[in-house]
């Protein structure tokens, strides 16, 4: 077993090529540290002009279209992210779940159309409030990552990052006894999909990670790396997490 910590920042709807000096930080912060995995998943319009000055990151997308090709108006192929630069791609995450009413089928098709594309891929899974209250978080999220796991899903392209909806761009966190139940239950679950590839599959924590937390929270036993909104748009914001991996 030998996870390499993986920390990826998600800028969403965020990022004008005003903040591309950010990229290229964040490009020599991974220079830095290089004992972690480090990339940026950009918006889509930054992608081509960050490939060439992301120094030792990676440049992601933050969701694909399922299809190839054909009559999507406004839709993005993997093979299109991959031409412009990016090498992974977020699938299911919650604003998406949320927003465009994403199903569980739909991620594993998105994220099997991204490997196609010859793209890595962290899929993401979570909670909602009323479920962490009802005390079924385990549960529930096992079953929705069971759901949403692709044919021949396997750890040298796939991620999955834990994110309860709750956590994110909130600033609360569950607690680090939460957070480590939540990642051995993710890691079982795998390991009766998918066998021991379970134990090299990376999961990453994500929802209001930043550097205050990042240090706890990456030396829980299960928790591989992180998945990174609000405090990856800047390298000074980003600096301490990923020094913490
Ligand atoms: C996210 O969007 O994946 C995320 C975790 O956001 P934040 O870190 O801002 O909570």
């Known amino acids: 077993m030998s996870r390499r910590k993986l920390v990826v920042g998600n800028w969403k709807m965020n990022g004008l090529r005003a903040q591309l000096g950010e990229v290229e930080a964040i490009g020599g912060l991974a220079r830095d540290y290089p004992a972690a995995e480090v990339g940026l998943c950009l918006p889509a319009t930054l992608i081509s002009a960050a490939d060439g000055m ?52 739909d991620i594993a098709a998105k994220a099997l159309a991204a490997k196609a594309a010859g793209l890595k891929v962290i899929l993401c899974v979570g909670e909602s409030l009323d479920v962490r209250d009802a005390g079924d978080a385990e549960a529930v999220v096992s079953a929705q990552l069971i759901a949403s796991l692709p044919e021949g899903a396997a750890s040298d392209w796939l991620a999955i990052a834990y994110e309860p909806i709750w956590a994110i761009g909130t600033g609360r966190i569950p607690t680090m006894e939460a957070v480590a139940a939540m990642h051995a239950a993710l890691r079982a679950a795998l390991a009766s999909r998918i066998g021991p590839d379970a134990d090299e599959m990376r999961i990453l924590y994500g929802g209001s990670m930043n550097g205050d937390n990042a240090a706890e929270l990456l030396a829980l036993a299960d928790v591989d790396g992180g998945l990174i909104g609000g405090a990856s748009l800047t390298a000074a914001k980003f600096a301490p997490v990923i020094a913490a991996a």
């Open 54 to 105: 992301k120094g030792a990151a990676f440049i992601g997308a933050q969701d694909c279209h399922m299809k190839e090709s054909g009559a999507h108006t406004g839709c993005l192929s993997a093979a299109m992210l991959a031409e412009a630069g990016a090498s992974w791609t977020i699938v299911g995450h919650s604003e998406r779940r949320q927003d465009q009413g994403e199903t569980d089928a």
